[in-house]
């Protein structure tokens, strides 16, 4: 079955950098989109950041535009988020997703707290 397994969470101080990391397994993963959606508490989930199948394309929110990064490495089934410049309203945990025409599958999440 479809698994993803975020990891790299953690508390940063604000400005400070993290890279969060999610392996996919259970699929074939370089056939696949990747994305990045984040919770904040009391906030509905939003999408943060998207990649394409072979990593040509991507797509970020607004809010994230030009601090946060998201690659990937089909070779090891693991797509990164790379963070900069983190702000207090980053903090949320963050999930890793994928879907195809039968479901979207999420991991378990990865809390980010940036507070001085």
């Known amino acids: 079955q479809v698994q993803l397994v975020e990891s790299g969470g953690g508390l940063v101080q604000p400005g400070g950098s993290l890279r969060l990391s999610c392996v996919g397994s259970?699929?074939?993963?370089?056939?696949?989109?990747m994305n990045w959606y984040r919770q904040a508490p009391g906030k509905e989930r939003e999408l943060v950041a998207g990649?394409?199948?072979?990593?040509?394309?991507?797509n970020y929110a607004d809010s994230v535009k030009g601090r946060f990064t998201i690659s990937r490495d089909n070779d090891k089934n693991t797509v990164y988020l790379q963070m900069k410049s983190l702000k207090a309203e980053d903090t949320a945990v963050y999930y890793c997703?994928?879907?195809?025409?039968?479901?979207?599958?999420w991991g378990q999440g990865t809390q980010v707290t940036v507070s001085s």
């Open positions: 990649i394409t199948m072979g990593g040509r394309f991507t």
């Open positions: 997703q994928t879907f195809n025409d039968l479901s979207f599958y």
């Open positions: 259970g699929f074939p993963f370089n056939k696949y989109r």
